[in-house]
């Protein structure tokens, strides 16, 4: 272990320290004159130890009361790795969680109590699968904003959803929307290249055409056929990973709901039993 003392790095930290305190100047001069037994620290001198303009910092044994004060490790101040306390970094490390909620949880223990309820709940593996999922939808590129015009985006949508809510959900795919897509968009009258200029920004139209060796030279209909095929592959993916965000959304709601009854249950079960056993002592 490297210990240094380094007046810049103990000024830093102090100020570091009493910021994440939310403690001004002011109200940390007047707690550690109380922590010091009504020695009269001014909040001119906090400003002088957290000052680059001199190399006055606070002496060990004020170090010593402002790391009580604030339950920090004395080694915080000489430290390189700047860990403000070992059994905190510890316990953060074993849990894969930050400093700043081991802290959080050793000074409230009623969130302890809630996080316990929430992590044994008979739903909670349920509840970090839908996260995790939703995590995956919602990393799906919007290639479709960058592949088709803003209106024909919207038109996509309109189609998606009256495909999505006319067929049984076990019936949902991509081969079922591109049948679907050959209902709206007829091949009657079908003007290809007019269609990709018209709907088609300029990345969705070197797509189309780099899936063949010569797209101008394809019969009228095997054009018709690459475009929706083109269509539906990317509108399915795109609309399809949004109907999934939405569902997830809309089952991790329930699923959260569930939990908040279970905690509110559970902690008005201790209330009462607190009150009972308060009852009861008094009457013994």
């Not at 797509?207 to 018709?224: G, H, I, R, T, W």
Request: charged residues 30%.
């Amino acid at each position: 272990m490297v210990y240094t003392f380094d007046e810049k790095k103990i000024k830093s930290k102090l100020v570091k320290l009493r910021k994440e305190n939310k403690d001004t100047q002011e109200t940390f001069a007047k707690k550690l004159s109380a922590k010091m037994g009504g020695i009269e620290i001014s909040r001119t001198t906090v400003a002088t130890w957290e000052t680059d303009k001199n190399q006055t910092v606070p002496k060990y044994d004020y170090l010593i009361n402002i790391c009580n004060m604030y339950n920090c490790d004395v080694n915080y101040f000489f430290e390189v790795n700047s860990v403000k306390s070992k059994e905190i970094k510890e316990v953060a490390d074993l849990l894969h969680i930050s400093e700043k909620s081991v802290e959080i949880l050793k000074d409230n223990s009623n969130y302890g109590d809630m996080l316990d309820c929430l992590i044994n709940n008979d739903s909670f593996d349920s509840f970090v699968n839908r996260i995790n999922q939703l995590t995956a939808y919602s990393v799906v590129d919007d290639a479709i904003t960058t592949v088709f015009t803003e209106s024909y985006c919207k038109k996509l949508k309109q189609f998606f959803d009256e495909y999505y809510f006319s067929e049984f959900p076990m019936e949902v795919s991509k081969e079922n929307f591109r049948k679907f897509l050959l209902t709206k968009i007829s091949s009657n009258k079908f003007n290809p290249e007019k269609y990709i200029e018209r709907k088609f920004l300029e990345e969705g139209k070197n797509c189309v055409y780099n899936q063949c060796d010569d797209f101008s030279a394809l019969p009228k209909l095997e054009k018709y056929d690459l475009i929706i095929n083109f269509i539906s592959d990317v509108g399915y993916d795109h609309f399809d990973a949004k109907k999934k965000v939405e569902n997830s959304e809309f089952r991790l709601q329930g699923i959260m709901s569930l939990f908040i009854k279970d905690v509110i249950e559970k902690e008005s079960n201790k209330i009462r039993e607190n009150l009972k056993k308060k009852a009861t002592g008094s009457r013994n």
